[in-house]
C-alpha cells in the first residue's frame, strides 16, 4: 500500500502534457505487453553468436593459452584472443584494465594485461554459428597460469605484500583528507563522544535486462554495437581508444534498457562485441554478431556496490551541539578502479552528514584487492557514508537524551552555512524545511502501535509476545550532478515543424543522448520540450541514445540527467525559437549547457567546492522484530524528498518506491558471499533480493517542490535520493524495538539473533 502527497509552491503547468503533467510514459505500453524491444531481443536473423570467456583466476599470471581445439569445434568461425586488441587497456577513470588478458599488449598499455586479478577477467572470445556452438567451443580452451596470492581482505591489501597493481606502486592507491578547525579544540569541547567501526556490504544490481549486445560494421563503415548502457557517448570513446580508431568510426545505439542503478556505466560487451564485429569485417564475413550473458554471468561478471570498513567518532555538547567529526572510509575497489575513485569522494563528503562541523578529520581510501570491483550503484558512496554518519547521530542522540529529530534541527546545514569542504553550501539548502516535514508526516512524536504477530517462516506459527516495535530517522543530501572539477555538460537539439505562415509550430522533436533505464527519462525530455516551446505533448517526439544522430548528454547518473537535460532542452529551444521567428522551416536549435563550475578538493585540507547543487531527504522508519526468529517487517516508511519541480510526479513517486525496495533489500536480505576471490551466490536462489510479500507495508512518497536556483523549472534530480538514508532509519528502528545497535547489515536473521543474543541488556520488552 502506498500513498504520496505533495507539498508545492508552483502553478500547473500551461502546456498540455508539459511540466508538472502526470502523463503516462510513452514506453510504458509496449513495456507492459512485452512488445519493447532490448538489447537480447533485438537478434538479426542472420546473426552469428559470441561467447565470452572469463578467466575464472582471482589471481594469476597467463603462461600460454591454446585455442586450436577451440577453433576446431563445429560451428566455429573464430576466437579473439588478447592479440586481436590494438590498444589493451579500458577504464572509465583510468586505463587499469586490460580488454582481454593475454600474452599481448604491454607496450600499447600501462597495465600488464598477462595477470587476471579478477575471476571475471576476460580471456577469449569465441565466435560461432549458434550460442550453443560458442558456448561448448570455449570450453577447449587451453590455458596454463601461475597462481598468485589472492588479496580479498582490507587488512591484507593495505600491508602492501603482494601489489595488485605494482604500476600503481601500492594497494592504497587512491586517497582523499579533510583538515578542519582544530580537533584538539573540537574534543576538549565535547561533552559526548560515541565512537564505532561500521562494515558495509557489497551488492549486486539485480537488474531486470542483463547484458546483451549486437555489433556489426554498417554501410559507413562504423563498427556499430546495439546495447544498454547509461552514457552511449563514453562506451563509444571507450570503444574507440581499445581500437585504436576516431571516436566517428564507431557508432553506439541503445536499445530499450531494463534496468541500470550504475551497473551499466562501466565496460561489459561494449569493447569486445566492438573487436568481434570489426574483426568479422576484416574477414570478409559480413554478418551482424550477438552475445546474451546469462543472470549467473551477469553476477559474476560486473561491479557491484562498495564494500567498506569505516571508522567514527563524533562529540557533542550537552546541548546537541557538534564539535567534532573523525573518520576513517577503507574502501574496497576490487580488482580494478572501475569508478572507484569517484565513488570515494561522494563516500569521503558523506561521512561526516549534511551538518555544520567546525572541526573534523577525515581520512579516505580506495583499495586494490582481488575480488570483484566496486563501481557505480545507486547512490554511488552516499549511502555507506550515511549509515555511518546518520548512526553516529541516532547513538548520539541515545546518549545526550535529546530527541533524533532534534539534534539534526540543532546542526542542519542550511543557507549560507559552510560545508564539509569549507566552502559555502550551494544555494537553495532546504534539509531543515525537509526534516520539519518528514517529522511532521511521520507522527514522529506518537506513541507506536502494540507489535502484530507476523509469521515470516511458514513452518513456525506467529507469536504475539515476540514481536516488539520500533521507529528510526535518518537524514541525508546527495550531489546533482558530476563532482570534483569533471568538465560536465549535457548538448540538446530541438527541431520545430510547421508551414511558413505558422505562426506557432505544430509539432516538434527533441534529439538527446540521455539514456533511459526506466527511470522515465524519455518521458521527461518529451514533458520538457513541450514545455520549453508550447507545443502540446502528443505532439512531441524523440530520437535519443545513438551516438550518430544526438550529442553527448553525459551520464546517467549522479541524479544529474534531469537537471542537466531540461537546461539543455531550455537552451535548444530558445535557439529553435529564434529559427522560427527568422522563417527557418524546420527550426533547428542545438544547445550545449554546461552548469556552475565545481572544483577538486586540496589534497592536504579537503578545501573546495565540489558540487554545484544537492538533493535534501529525511526518512522516518517504523519495524516490527520477532525476537524468536530474528525476522525483521518494515510497516511504514514516510520518505521525504525536495525534488525542486516535479516534471512528472508519477515517475517521482515510482522513484521513491523503487529506490525504498532496492535499499530494502540492501539493509535486510542481500548477502553477496565471496570466498577466495569467487562470488559463491551468482543466482537468485542464494542472493535473495525482496519478493513482493518481503517489502515495506506502506511507503509514503511526500514530495515537496522548493525550486533548486539552478534547476530547470527549479527541479532537482532525486533519483538516488530515496536510497542514502534508509538504512540508517531502519537500524535506528531495530535499535528502538531491542535496544540493540547494529553496526554491520544485511540484518539477516541469524545476525539480528546473534545480536539479541550478544546484548548485555537483552532484548526490550515493549
Keep these: 500500500m502506498t500513498e504520496s502527497q505533495h507539498v508545492t509552491d508552483f502553478s500547473s503547468s500551461s502546456v498540455a502534457g508539459g511540466v508538472g503533467s502526470d502523463a503516462p510514459r510513452v514506453d510504458a505500453h509496449d513495456k507492459v505487453v512485452g512488445a519493447a524491444q532490448y538489447a537480447a531481443d533485438r537478434i538479426p536473423e542472420n546473426a552469428l553468436f559470441a561467447k565470452v570467456v572469463f578467466s575464472n583466476e582471482p589471481h594469476a599470471r597467463m603462461i600460454s593459452i591454446d585455442t586450436s581445439a577451440c577453433l576446431d569445434a563445429p560451428g566455429v568461425v573464430t576466437v579473439l584472443t588478447a592479440a586481436d586488441v590494438p590498444v589493451n587497456e579500458f577504464g572509465l577513470t583510468m586505463f587499469d584494465q586490460p580488454v582481454l588478458v593475454g600474452l599481448h599488449g604491454t607496450e600499447r598499455s600501462a597495465v600488464d594485461p598477462g595477470v587476471s586479478r579478477w575471476e571475471a577477467d576476460k580471456i577469449a572470445v569465441v565466435?560461432?554459428?549458434?550460442?550453443?556452438?560458442?558456448?561448448?567451443?570455449?570450453?577447449?580452451?587451453?590455458?596454463?597460469?601461475?597462481?598468485?596470492?589472492?588479496?580479498?581482505?582490507?587488512?591484507?591489501?593495505?600491508?602492501?605484500?603482494?601489489?595488485?597493481?605494482?604500476?600503481?606502486?601500492?594497494?592504497?592507491?587512491?586517497?582523499?583528507?579533510?583538515?578542519?578547525?582544530?580537533?584538539?579544540?573540537?574534543?576538549?569541547?565535547?561533552?559526548?563522544?560515541?565512537?564505532?567501526?561500521?562494515?558495509?556490504?557489497?551488492?549486486?544490481?539485480a537488474y531486470l535486462?542483463?547484458?546483451?549486445?549486437?555489433?556489426?560494421?554498417?554501410?559507413?563503415?562504423?563498427?556499430?554495437?546495439?546495447?544498454?548502457?547509461?552514457?552511449?557517448?563514453?562506451?563509444?570513446?571507450?570503444?574507440?581508444?581499445?581500437?585504436?580508431?576516431?571516436?566517428?568510426?564507431?557508432?553506439?545505439?541503445?536499445?530499450?534498457?531494463?534496468?541500470?542503478?550504475?551497473?551499466?556505466?562501466?565496460?561489459?560487451?561494449?569493447?569486445?562485441?566492438?573487436?568481434?564485429?570489426?574483426?568479422?569485417?576484416?574477414?570478409?564475413?559480413?554478418?551482424?554478431?550477438?552475445?546474451?550473458?546469462?543472470?549467473?554471468?551477469?553476477?559474476?561478471?560486473?561491479?557491484?556496490?562498495?564494500?567498506a570498513t569505516i571508522h567514527a567518532r563524533l562529540g557533542a555538547t550537552t546541548d546537541g551541539k557538534i564539535t567534532a567529526v573523525e573518520a576513517e572510509v577503507l574502501l574496497d575497489a576490487g580488482a580494478y578502479n572501475f569508478t572507484s575513485n569517484k565513488v570515494l569522494g561522494n563516500a569521503h563528503l558523506s561521512v561526516a552528514g549534511p551538518y555544520e562541523v567546525p572541526n573534523a578529520h577525515i581520512d579516505s581510501k580506495a583499495i586494490y584487492t582481488t575480488t570483484v570491483p566496486g563501481g557505480a550503484f545507486r547512490g554511488f558512496g552516499g549511502p555507506q557514508g550515511a549509515f555511518v554518519a546518520e548512526t553516529?547521530?541516532?547513538?548520539?542522540?541515545?546518549?545526550?537524551?535529546?530527541?533524533?529529530?532534534?539534534?539534526?534541527?540543532?546542526?542542519?546545514?542550511?543557507?549560507?552555512?559552510?560545508?564539509?569542504?569549507?566552502?559555502?553550501?550551494?544555494?537553495?539548502?532546504?534539509?531543515?524545511?525537509?526534516?520539519?516535514?518528514?517529522?511532521?508526516?511521520?507522527?514522529?512524536?506518537?506513541?507506536?502501535?502494540?507489535?502484530?504477530?507476523?509469521?515470516?517462516?511458514?513452518?513456525?506459527?506467529?507469536?504475539?509476545?515476540?514481536?516488539?516495535?520500533?521507529?528510526?530517522?535518518?537524514?541525508?543530501?546527495?550531489?546533482?550532478?558530476?563532482?570534483?572539477?569533471?568538465?560536465?555538460?549535457?548538448?540538446a537539439e530541438v527541431r520545430l515543424h510547421g508551414e511558413a505562415e505558422d505562426d506557432v509550430p505544430t509539432s516538434a522533436e527533441v534529439f538527446h543522448g540521455g539514456a533511459e533505464v526506466g527511470q522515465g527519462a524519455h518521458q521527461a525530455f518529451r514533458q520538457m520540450t513541450s514545455e520549453a516551446t508550447g507545443v502540446p505533448l502528443e505532439a512531441v517526439s524523440g530520437t535519443f541514445s545513438d551516438t550518430a544522430t544526438t550529442g553527448d548528454s553525459g551520464s546517467v547518473s549522479a541524479s544529474r540527467m534531469t537537471f542537466m537535460a531540461g537546461n539543455s532542452i531550455l537552451g535548444a529551444a530558445e535557439e529553435a525559437e529564434k529559427a522560427w521567428l527568422n522563417g527557418e522551416r524546420p527550426a533547428i536549435g542545438t544547445f550545449r549547457y554546461t552548469p556552475p563550475p565545481t572544483e577538486s578538493l586540496d589534497p592536504e585540507t579537503g578545501s573546495g567546492q565540489p558540487n554545484f547543487?544537492?538533493?535534501?531527504?529525511?526518512?522516518?522508519?517504523?519495524?516490527?522484530?520477532?525476537?524468536?526468529?530474528?525476522?525483521?517487517?518494515?510497516?511504514?516508511?514516510?520518505?521525504?524528498?525536495?525534488?525542486?519541480?516535479?516534471?512528472?510526479?508519477r515517475l517521482v513517486k515510482g522513484q521513491i518506491e523503487g529506490a525504498v525496495v532496492q535499499a530494502h533489500g540492501y539493509v535486510l536480505s542481500e548477502n553477496l558471499r565471496v570466498d577466495e576471490g569467487r562470488i559463491t551466490n551468482p543466482r537468485f536462489s542464494s542472493y535473495l533480493i525482496p519478493g513482493i510479500g518481503d517489502i515495506p507495508e506502506h511507503v509514503e512518497s511526500v514530495i515537496m517542490e522548493l525550486a533548486d536556483p539552478h534547476g530547470p523549472w527549479g527541479a532537482r534530480g532525486m533519483a538516488e535520493m530515496p536510497y542514502i538514508t534508509y538504512a540508517p532509519a531502519v537500524i535506528a528502528a531495530v535499535h528502538d524495538a531491542t535496544g540493540v545497535w547494529f553496526d554491520e547489515f544485511p540484518l539477516t536473521p541469524s545476525r539480528v539473533l546473534k545480536g539479541l543474543e550478544a546484548s548485555q541488556e537483552g532484548p526490550r520488552q515493549n
Excluded at 564475413?285 to 564494500?307: A, D, L, Q, T
Design 127 to 205: 565466435i560461432a554459428e549458434t550460442a550453443e556452438q560458442a558456448a561448448a567451443a570455449a570450453a577447449l580452451i587451453d590455458v596454463t597460469w601461475r597462481q598468485r596470492p589472492v588479496i580479498e581482505s582490507l587488512d591484507e591489501a593495505v600491508s602492501d605484500e603482494v601489489l595488485i597493481h605494482p604500476e600503481a606502486g601500492s594497494n592504497t592507491y587512491y586517497e582523499l583528507k579533510i583538515r578542519k578547525g582544530d580537533m584538539d579544540a573540537g574534543w576538549a569541547a565535547a561533552d559526548a563522544v560515541v565512537e564505532g567501526t561500521y562494515e558495509v556490504p557489497r551488492q549486486e544490481h
Design 209 to 307: 535486462q542483463v547484458e546483451a549486445a549486437t555489433a556489426w560494421v554498417d554501410d559507413d563503415g562504423r563498427v556499430t554495437v546495439e546495447t544498454g548502457g547509461q552514457w552511449a557517448w563514453e562506451d563509444q570513446q571507450q570503444i574507440a581508444h581499445a581500437l585504436d580508431v576516431d571516436p566517428n568510426e564507431v557508432r553506439v545505439i541503445y536499445a530499450a534498457i531494463g534496468g541500470a542503478f550504475g551497473g551499466k556505466e562501466d565496460m561489459t560487451l561494449q569493447i569486445v562485441m566492438a573487436l568481434a564485429a570489426r574483426k568479422l569485417h576484416e574477414m570478409g564475413i559480413h554478418r551482424p554478431v550477438h552475445c546474451g550473458w546469462s543472470r549467473e554471468e551477469s553476477i559474476v561478471g560486473h561491479h557491484k556496490r562498495h564494500r
Design 392 to 491: 553516529q547521530m541516532n547513538k548520539m542522540a541515545e546518549k545526550l537524551d535529546i530527541d533524533p529529530v532534534e539534534l539534526r534541527r540543532r546542526n542542519v546545514l542550511s543557507n549560507g552555512s559552510e560545508g564539509i569542504t569549507q566552502a559555502v553550501m550551494p544555494e537553495g539548502v532546504t534539509l531543515p524545511q525537509v526534516i520539519d516535514k518528514c517529522a511532521t508526516e511521520a507522527d514522529m512524536d506518537s506513541e507506536l502501535a502494540p507489535g502484530t504477530p507476523f509469521a515470516p517462516v511458514a513452518s513456525l506459527p506467529p507469536s504475539r509476545h515476540a514481536v516488539v516495535r520500533g521507529r528510526g530517522f535518518a537524514s541525508g543530501y546527495k550531489n546533482v550532478g558530476f563532482s570534483f572539477g569533471f568538465p560536465e555538460r549535457c548538448e
Design 613 to 649: 547543487s544537492y538533493g535534501y531527504m529525511a526518512q522516518a522508519v517504523e519495524v516490527s522484530v520477532d525476537r524468536e526468529t530474528g525476522h525483521i517487517r518494515v510497516d511504514r516508511v514516510t520518505s521525504t524528498h525536495d525534488v525542486g519541480r516535479a516534471i512528472n510526479s
